[in-house]
């Protein structure tokens, strides 16, 4: 079991930046496909972006291409979202997932998520 557990989130202004973290336990994640999703309110769950095994891969939703960065540091068991240039329409909560085999809506582990806001 992997449990994983998201912070960083907050209250930002439109054109701000916040990092968000994701600590995970209970196994090393240097064998997992991680990845991050969000949901806004009244809105399904969507793909924000994911990072392969070895951080050698990464991929991004169209919508944050640019301004957000993943990034990962498996001795520390820690996963990043890097925000730049925050745009209201980012305001969501921010879920981790972790996986073996790819990072989907049916990812293996969820962590309980945070929220971010971004003012206009």
């Known amino acids: 079991q992997v449990q994983l557990v998201e912070s960083g989130g907050g209250l930002v202004q439109a054109g701000g930046s916040l990092r968000l973290s994701c600590a995970a336990s209970?196994?090393?994640?240097?064998?997992?496909?991680m990845g991050w999703f969000r949901q806004a309110p009244g809105k399904e769950r969507e793909f924000v972006s994911s990072?392969?095994?070895?951080?050698?891969?990464?991929d991004y939703a169209d919508s944050v291409k640019g301004r957000f960065t993943i990034s990962r540091d498996n001795a520390k068991n820690t996963v990043y979202l890097q925000m730049n240039s925050l745009k209201p329409e980012d305001t969501a909560v921010y879920y981790c997932?972790?996986?073996?085999?790819?990072?989907?809506?049916?990812?293996?582990?969820w962590g309980q998520g945070t929220q971010v806001t971004v003012s206009s």
């Open positions: 997932a972790a996986d073996r085999t790819s990072i989907n809506s049916h990812s293996d582990y």
């Open positions: 209970g196994r090393t994640i240097s064998k997992y496909y």
């Open positions: 990072i392969s095994w070895s951080g050698g891969t990464t």
